[in-house]
Structure formats: structure tokens, C-alpha cells
């Protein structure tokens, strides 16, 4: 999950947590119950599923700008039950050429040109469907964020977004994102990630498969 909408999350079920009150503080029990099975509902809708991607196999090109700059290429199968990567970009001005490939079970990364190769149980975030692209409109509501209309990106129409009061905004489709800024409304861009190529139909290259046959030796 990205970290503002942890935030945004986290101020939205304490809200409903301070509002149900309890037995003689106004509110009834049953009340009680029922705003904590709404915060529960809330906070299980913005925990996305890894297979969570609106499309069965595509490639998405991002280009990023800020704390991480350069480009990540995605490519997703089965709706991202497996997922390869490779990211060309520098974090905090150190470069980086990596890819990464999970399978379905485990993560494999290998640093280029000649980089060691590394596996883990644990799938990067990265990899997965974000909060923001996979949670119902009434959850991003709940959480401060307002619909504006819908937006081009990558050839695609998106639903656009933005939360003026934390300066994030985004544009999501089929439960893809296609452009997130933090620092949206400032004068300086914390973050920003926008998809330039989109390519429905396309697979996994061999050559980011082929870290997992690597992995397993």
C-alpha cells in the first residue's frame, strides 16, 4: 500500500472509531459494532490482491521523476500472478538496472550487467496492484480523495483523482495505475509516476523468466 493512503486510511478508521461512541457515551452498542464492521470493510478494500490487475496480460511502460527517476517496464500474466520488471532509474542519485521476476510463489532480482542474482519468498510491492487503483470509489471518497473527471494516459481514458489537502493525485483504469504525484499542487513533485506505453496482449520476456531457472541452481 502506498504510504499516503496508509495515512489517509489510518485518519479515516479512527474517525469511525471516535464517531460510533459506546454505551452511555450516545452511541449504542449496536452502532458501535456496526461502524467497526465498516472501518473493517473499508481497510479490507484497500489491501489489493496480487492477481488484482483488470487486465490478463499486458506491458506498461512508466516513466518516474523525483525521489526514483528513470523508467520501470511491467509486464503482468494472469492478472499479475506472475509479473516481470526492469527498472533503469536512480534512487536518491544512485543508478540502478534491475530485474525482477516473481513466478507465483517466490521473487527473483538480478542486478545488471553482471550483478549477482537474488531470490525471496516476499513479492516487491512494486509488483503488485497499488491501493489506489484497486479501491472502490466510496473507499477513496472515505479517505478525503475526489473524483475530477477522467483523464488520457498511455492511450488509455482514466479515471483521475486528487486529495488537495495531502497534494496526491492520481489516474487509475482497470485497476491499473497509470499516474500517481505526491506533491501534486506544490511546488515541488515528491514523486511521480506516469505510464507512457501501454500493451495489451503481451507477455513475460524469456529473459526475466529465465532468473528463476537461474534462482533454483
Known amino acids: 500500500m502506498r504510504r499516503p493512503l496508509l495515512t489517509l486510511l489510518a485518519m479515516a478508521l479512527a474517525a469511525l472509531t471516535i464517531a460510533c461512541g459506546g454505551p452511555g457515551e450516545g452511541g449504542a452498542e449496536g452502532g458501535a459494532e456496526g461502524a467497526r464492521q465498516a472501518a473493517t470493510e473499508i481497510a479490507q478494500a484497500f489491501v489489493p490482491r496480487a492477481d488484482q490487475f483488470g487486465v490478463e496480460r499486458f506491458k506498461l511502460v512508466y516513466d518516474l521523476e523525483g525521489q526514483e527517476t528513470g523508467t520501470r517496464t511491467m509486464w503482468v500474466e494472469e492478472y499479475g500472478a506472475r509479473v516481470g520488471m526492469e527498472d533503469d532509474l536512480a534512487i536518491y542519485n544512485q543508478q540502478q538496472h534491475r530485474l525482477y521476476y516473481w513466478d507465483g510463489e517466490r521473487g527473483y532480482m538480478k ?5 549477482q542474482s537474488s531470490s525471496s519468498p516476499l513479492r516487491m510491492k512494486s509488483s503488485e496492484p497499488t491501493s489506489f487503483a484497486t479501491a472502490p470509489e466510496s473507499g477513496l471518497t472515505t479517505v478525503g480523495y475526489e473524483r475530477i473527471g477522467d483523464k488520457d494516459v498511455a492511450g488509455k481514458t482514466c479515471q483521475h483523482w486528487k486529495n488537495a489537502q495531502f497534494s496526491f493525485e492520481g489516474c487509475r483504469w482497470k485497476n491499473i ?40 541452481d
Open 111 to 115: 542486478d545488471l550487467p553482471d550483478g
Open 177 to 216: 495505475e497509470l499516474e500517481f504525484l505526491n506533491g501534486a499542487g506544490t511546488q515541488r513533485i515528491i514523486q511521480r509516476s506516469t505510464a507512457t506505453e501501454y500493451v495489451e496482449g503481451e507477455g513475460i520476456p524469456d529473459r526475466i523468466k529465465a532468473l528463476a531457472e537461474g534462482g533454483r
